[in-house]
Protein backbone atom coordinates (compact mmCIF):
# COMPACT_ATOMS: atom_id res chain seq x y z
CA UNK A 1 0.00 0.00 0.00
CA UNK A 2 1.35 3.54 -0.88
CA UNK A 3 1.33 6.41 1.43
CA UNK A 4 1.59 9.93 -0.06
CA UNK A 5 2.97 12.67 1.76
CA UNK A 6 1.16 14.98 3.23
CA UNK A 7 1.85 17.67 0.32
CA UNK A 8 0.92 15.26 -2.15
CA UNK A 9 -2.01 14.33 -1.00
CA UNK A 10 -2.98 18.13 -0.41
CA UNK A 11 -2.23 18.00 -4.09
CA UNK A 12 -4.79 15.37 -5.23
CA UNK A 13 -7.07 16.60 -3.17
CA UNK A 14 -6.59 19.63 -4.97
CA UNK A 15 -6.83 18.60 -8.17
CA UNK A 16 -9.73 16.46 -7.68
CA UNK A 17 -11.60 19.79 -5.93
CA UNK A 18 -10.85 21.59 -9.37
CA UNK A 19 -11.75 18.75 -11.09
CA UNK A 20 -15.49 18.59 -9.19
CA UNK A 21 -15.83 22.14 -10.05
CA UNK A 22 -15.23 21.71 -13.73
CA UNK A 23 -17.85 18.72 -13.69
CA UNK A 24 -20.22 21.04 -12.16
CA UNK A 25 -19.23 24.04 -14.19
CA UNK A 26 -19.52 21.95 -17.33
CA UNK A 27 -22.91 20.35 -16.35
CA UNK A 28 -24.45 24.19 -15.43
CA UNK A 29 -23.72 25.25 -18.63
CA UNK A 30 -25.13 22.14 -19.96
CA UNK A 31 -28.02 22.87 -18.39
CA UNK A 32 -28.34 26.62 -19.58
CA UNK A 33 -28.13 25.63 -23.02
CA UNK A 34 -30.91 22.66 -22.30
CA UNK A 35 -33.48 24.89 -20.52
CA UNK A 36 -35.02 26.98 -23.25
CA UNK A 37 -35.61 23.90 -25.20
CA UNK A 38 -37.11 21.98 -22.49
CA UNK A 39 -39.17 24.67 -21.40
CA UNK A 40 -40.52 24.96 -25.08
CA UNK A 41 -40.82 20.85 -24.93
CA UNK A 42 -42.76 21.44 -21.41
CA UNK A 43 -45.07 24.48 -22.49
CA UNK A 44 -45.88 23.56 -26.04
CA UNK A 45 -45.82 19.77 -26.03
CA UNK A 46 -46.19 18.16 -22.27
CA UNK A 47 -48.73 20.62 -21.13
CA UNK A 48 -51.34 20.99 -23.89
CA UNK A 49 -51.29 16.62 -24.26
CA UNK A 50 -52.08 16.79 -20.86
CA UNK A 51 -54.36 18.79 -20.00
CA UNK A 52 -55.74 17.44 -23.58
CA UNK A 53 -56.64 14.28 -22.25
CA UNK A 54 -57.82 15.53 -18.98
CA UNK A 55 -60.49 17.21 -20.80
CA UNK A 56 -61.10 14.32 -22.52
CA UNK A 57 -62.17 12.53 -19.37
CA UNK A 58 -64.79 14.95 -18.35
CA UNK A 59 -68.34 14.73 -18.82
CA UNK A 60 -71.47 17.06 -18.27
CA UNK A 61 -71.47 20.61 -17.22
CA UNK A 62 -70.13 19.38 -13.69
CA UNK A 63 -67.09 18.07 -15.40
CA UNK A 64 -67.41 14.45 -14.05
CA UNK A 65 -64.94 12.03 -15.25
CA UNK A 66 -65.92 9.37 -17.64
CA UNK A 67 -65.53 7.67 -21.25
CA UNK A 68 -68.51 8.91 -22.10
CA UNK A 69 -66.35 11.18 -24.93
CA UNK A 70 -64.40 8.04 -26.01
CA UNK A 71 -68.47 6.13 -26.23
CA UNK A 72 -69.21 9.06 -28.60
CA UNK A 73 -66.78 8.80 -30.80
CA UNK A 74 -66.39 5.10 -31.65
CA UNK A 75 -70.37 5.68 -32.09
CA UNK A 76 -69.96 8.87 -34.38
CA UNK A 77 -69.52 7.94 -38.46
CA UNK A 78 -67.56 10.80 -39.31
CA UNK A 79 -65.05 9.65 -37.17
CA UNK A 80 -65.37 6.48 -37.99
CA UNK A 81 -64.30 7.86 -41.97
CA UNK A 82 -61.45 10.27 -40.52
CA UNK A 83 -60.07 7.30 -39.12
CA UNK A 84 -60.24 5.27 -42.14
CA UNK A 85 -59.07 7.93 -44.49
CA UNK A 86 -55.87 8.49 -42.16
CA UNK A 87 -55.07 5.27 -42.14
CA UNK A 88 -55.22 4.80 -46.20
CA UNK A 89 -53.42 7.78 -46.79
CA UNK A 90 -50.76 6.51 -43.75
CA UNK A 91 -50.41 3.36 -45.86
CA UNK A 92 -50.11 5.05 -48.79
CA UNK A 93 -47.77 7.75 -48.22
CA UNK A 94 -45.02 6.23 -45.88
CA UNK A 95 -44.12 3.82 -47.85
CA UNK A 96 -43.84 6.02 -51.07
CA UNK A 97 -41.96 8.42 -49.55
CA UNK A 98 -39.71 6.07 -48.20
CA UNK A 99 -38.77 4.70 -51.14
CA UNK A 100 -38.61 8.27 -53.14
CA UNK A 101 -36.06 9.51 -50.64
CA UNK A 102 -33.85 5.69 -50.28
CA UNK A 103 -33.91 6.23 -54.55
CA UNK A 104 -32.65 9.50 -54.41
CA UNK A 105 -30.57 9.28 -51.91
CA UNK A 106 -28.68 6.14 -54.04
CA UNK A 107 -28.72 8.49 -57.07
CA UNK A 108 -26.89 11.67 -54.99
CA UNK A 109 -24.17 9.58 -53.49
CA UNK A 110 -22.83 9.13 -56.34
CA UNK A 111 -20.48 10.79 -58.13
CA UNK A 112 -22.44 13.52 -60.16
CA UNK A 113 -22.01 16.50 -62.51
CA UNK A 114 -23.21 19.26 -60.32
CA UNK A 115 -24.37 17.17 -57.40
CA UNK A 116 -24.87 20.41 -54.65
CA UNK A 117 -27.10 21.88 -57.13
CA UNK A 118 -29.24 18.68 -56.94
CA UNK A 119 -28.92 18.18 -53.08
CA UNK A 120 -30.29 21.72 -52.93
CA UNK A 121 -32.84 21.63 -55.35
CA UNK A 122 -34.44 18.45 -53.67
CA UNK A 123 -34.11 20.25 -50.56
CA UNK A 124 -35.17 23.18 -51.47
CA UNK A 125 -39.16 22.66 -50.71
CA UNK A 126 -38.14 21.73 -46.91
CA UNK A 127 -37.56 25.30 -45.94
CA UNK A 128 -40.63 26.56 -47.73
CA UNK A 129 -43.45 26.42 -45.34
CA UNK A 130 -46.37 23.98 -45.84
CA UNK A 131 -48.40 26.92 -45.76
CA UNK A 132 -47.08 28.16 -48.71
CA UNK A 133 -46.32 24.82 -50.61
CA UNK A 134 -49.49 24.21 -49.93
CA UNK A 135 -50.86 27.20 -51.66
CA UNK A 136 -48.59 26.44 -54.72
CA UNK A 137 -49.62 23.17 -55.36
CA UNK A 138 -53.20 24.37 -55.06
CA UNK A 139 -52.59 26.56 -58.21
CA UNK A 140 -50.75 23.77 -60.02
CA UNK A 141 -53.28 21.16 -59.31
CA UNK A 142 -56.39 23.58 -60.27
CA UNK A 143 -58.87 22.20 -62.88
CA UNK A 144 -57.44 25.33 -65.04
CA UNK A 145 -53.96 24.78 -63.79
CA UNK A 146 -50.64 23.87 -65.16
CA UNK A 147 -51.07 20.17 -64.57
CA UNK A 148 -54.33 19.88 -66.77
CA UNK A 149 -52.57 22.13 -68.87
CA UNK A 150 -49.22 19.58 -69.24
CA UNK A 151 -51.87 16.61 -69.50
CA UNK A 152 -53.76 18.27 -72.29
CA UNK A 153 -50.37 18.68 -74.61
CA UNK A 154 -50.00 14.97 -74.14
CA UNK A 155 -53.71 14.35 -75.66
CA UNK A 156 -54.67 13.56 -71.75
CA UNK A 157 -58.18 14.75 -70.46
CA UNK A 158 -58.30 16.96 -67.61
CA UNK A 159 -58.38 15.71 -64.24
CA UNK A 160 -60.14 16.52 -61.18
CA UNK A 161 -57.57 15.72 -58.74
CA UNK A 162 -58.68 17.88 -55.84
CA UNK A 163 -62.15 18.36 -56.64
CA UNK A 164 -62.72 14.08 -57.15
CA UNK A 165 -63.33 12.08 -54.05
CA UNK A 166 -61.40 9.08 -55.60
CA UNK A 167 -58.42 11.50 -56.83
CA UNK A 168 -58.32 14.29 -54.04
CA UNK A 169 -56.45 12.01 -51.36
CA UNK A 170 -53.59 10.66 -53.89
CA UNK A 171 -53.20 14.30 -54.77
CA UNK A 172 -52.74 15.07 -50.97
CA UNK A 173 -49.67 12.40 -50.83
CA UNK A 174 -48.72 13.86 -53.53
CA UNK A 175 -47.83 17.28 -52.08
CA UNK A 176 -46.84 15.98 -48.68
CA UNK A 177 -44.60 13.65 -50.86
CA UNK A 178 -43.22 16.93 -52.46
CA UNK A 179 -42.47 18.75 -49.14
CA UNK A 180 -41.43 15.59 -47.17
CA UNK A 181 -39.17 13.21 -49.43
CA UNK A 182 -36.26 15.78 -49.53
CA UNK A 183 -36.16 15.99 -45.89
CA UNK A 184 -35.61 12.30 -45.07
CA UNK A 185 -33.25 11.89 -48.10
CA UNK A 186 -30.79 13.72 -46.12
CA UNK A 187 -31.01 11.55 -43.60
CA UNK A 188 -30.74 8.34 -45.87
CA UNK A 189 -27.35 10.26 -47.72
CA UNK A 190 -26.01 10.56 -44.60
CA UNK A 191 -26.19 7.15 -43.78
CA UNK A 192 -24.95 5.98 -47.05
CA UNK A 193 -21.82 8.34 -46.46
CA UNK A 194 -21.37 6.71 -43.59
CA UNK A 195 -21.01 3.26 -44.75
CA UNK A 196 -17.54 2.11 -45.10
CA UNK A 197 -16.20 1.58 -48.79
CA UNK A 198 -14.23 -1.45 -48.01
CA UNK A 199 -17.46 -3.03 -47.73
CA UNK A 200 -18.20 -3.03 -51.50
CA UNK A 201 -14.62 -3.16 -52.84
CA UNK A 202 -14.70 -6.93 -51.06
CA UNK A 203 -18.42 -7.88 -52.01
CA UNK A 204 -16.98 -6.65 -55.81
CA UNK A 205 -13.65 -9.08 -54.97
CA UNK A 206 -16.33 -11.59 -54.07
CA UNK A 207 -18.51 -11.07 -57.63
CA UNK A 208 -21.36 -9.94 -56.18
CA UNK A 209 -24.16 -7.76 -58.31
CA UNK A 210 -25.03 -4.60 -57.37
CA UNK A 211 -28.76 -5.60 -56.19
CA UNK A 212 -26.49 -8.22 -53.93
CA UNK A 213 -24.37 -5.79 -52.45
CA UNK A 214 -27.77 -3.07 -52.08
CA UNK A 215 -29.24 -6.08 -50.08
CA UNK A 216 -26.93 -7.36 -48.34
CA UNK A 217 -24.52 -3.98 -47.48
CA UNK A 218 -26.80 -1.60 -48.07
CA UNK A 219 -29.64 -1.79 -46.34
CA UNK A 220 -28.35 -3.51 -43.35
CA UNK A 221 -25.76 -0.51 -42.96
CA UNK A 222 -28.77 1.69 -43.23
CA UNK A 223 -31.12 0.44 -40.23
CA UNK A 224 -30.53 2.77 -37.76
CA UNK A 225 -31.08 5.37 -39.86
CA UNK A 226 -34.19 4.07 -42.09
CA UNK A 227 -35.51 3.54 -38.40
CA UNK A 228 -35.37 6.70 -37.60
CA UNK A 229 -36.97 7.96 -41.10
CA UNK A 230 -39.58 5.36 -40.82
CA UNK A 231 -40.68 6.34 -37.41
CA UNK A 232 -40.38 10.30 -38.03
CA UNK A 233 -42.40 9.65 -40.92
CA UNK A 234 -45.53 7.79 -39.42
CA UNK A 235 -45.48 10.48 -36.79
CA UNK A 236 -45.86 13.20 -39.12
CA UNK A 237 -47.67 12.10 -41.82
CA UNK A 238 -50.25 11.45 -38.86
CA UNK A 239 -50.05 14.70 -37.98
CA UNK A 240 -50.64 16.33 -41.48
CA UNK A 241 -52.93 19.51 -41.55
CA UNK A 242 -52.17 22.42 -43.16
CA UNK A 243 -52.48 20.87 -46.54
CA UNK A 244 -55.51 19.53 -46.51
CA UNK A 245 -57.22 22.72 -44.10
CA UNK A 246 -56.03 25.13 -47.21
CA UNK A 247 -56.72 22.84 -50.29
CA UNK A 248 -59.84 20.66 -49.38
CA UNK A 249 -60.94 21.14 -45.52
CA UNK A 250 -61.80 17.62 -46.01
CA UNK A 251 -63.41 17.40 -48.72
CA UNK A 252 -64.66 16.43 -51.33
CA UNK A 253 -67.41 14.19 -49.85
CA UNK A 254 -64.76 13.78 -46.36
CA UNK A 255 -62.43 11.87 -48.78
CA UNK A 256 -59.59 14.12 -47.18
CA UNK A 257 -61.28 14.54 -44.03
CA UNK A 258 -57.76 13.11 -41.95
CA UNK A 259 -58.10 12.78 -38.08
CA UNK A 260 -55.90 16.33 -37.83
CA UNK A 261 -58.53 18.32 -39.73
CA UNK A 262 -61.35 16.03 -37.99
CA UNK A 263 -60.36 16.96 -34.61
CA UNK A 264 -59.62 21.12 -35.77
CA UNK A 265 -63.22 20.78 -36.91
CA UNK A 266 -65.28 19.17 -33.98
CA UNK A 267 -62.92 21.20 -31.48
CA UNK A 268 -63.16 25.01 -33.27
CA UNK A 269 -66.04 24.94 -35.36
CA UNK A 270 -69.05 22.33 -33.91
CA UNK A 271 -66.87 23.76 -30.17
CA UNK A 272 -66.83 20.24 -28.81
CA UNK A 273 -63.61 20.42 -27.27
CA UNK A 274 -63.86 17.37 -25.31
CA UNK A 275 -64.27 15.01 -28.17
CA UNK A 276 -61.60 16.82 -29.64
CA UNK A 277 -59.44 16.36 -26.89
CA UNK A 278 -61.05 12.69 -26.43
CA UNK A 279 -59.58 12.47 -30.46
CA UNK A 280 -56.45 13.73 -29.96
CA UNK A 281 -56.13 10.88 -27.37
CA UNK A 282 -57.26 8.13 -29.65
CA UNK A 283 -54.31 9.60 -32.16
CA UNK A 284 -51.53 9.53 -29.41
CA UNK A 285 -52.58 6.12 -28.91
CA UNK A 286 -52.32 5.06 -32.68
CA UNK A 287 -49.26 6.40 -33.21
CA UNK A 288 -47.56 4.79 -29.71
CA UNK A 289 -48.98 1.36 -30.68
CA UNK A 290 -47.37 2.05 -34.92
CA UNK A 291 -44.30 3.48 -33.79
CA UNK A 292 -43.87 0.61 -31.16
CA UNK A 293 -44.35 -2.24 -33.61
CA UNK A 294 -42.29 -0.44 -35.97
CA UNK A 295 -39.27 -0.45 -33.74
CA UNK A 296 -39.96 -4.28 -32.63
CA UNK A 297 -39.94 -5.46 -36.62
CA UNK A 298 -37.00 -3.31 -36.99
CA UNK A 299 -34.77 -4.41 -33.90
CA UNK A 300 -36.25 -8.28 -34.73
CA UNK A 301 -34.96 -7.47 -38.19
CA UNK A 302 -31.72 -6.58 -36.95
CA UNK A 303 -31.49 -9.11 -34.44
CA UNK A 304 -31.49 -11.69 -36.97
Not at 68 to 88: E, I
Not at 100 to 113: I, K, N
Not at 241 to 257: D, E
Amino acid sequence: MTVLAPSDAAEVTRKESVRARGDISEGLVAAIFLAPALVAVLMLRIWPTGLALWQSFQVGSAGKFGLANYAFLFSDPSFHDALAATLLFSLVVNPFQIACALGLALVLHRVLPAGALWRTLILLPVAVPQSVSAIIMGVVFRPDGPANALLATIGLPPQGFLTTPGQALYTIILIVSWIGVGYWTTFLLAGLKEIPVALYEAAVIDGATPWQQFRYITLPQLRRPLTFVLVADTVANFLVFAPVQILTKGGPQGSTNLIMNDIYTRGFLSADMRGAAAETGILVAIVIVIVAIQFRLMTGAKSE
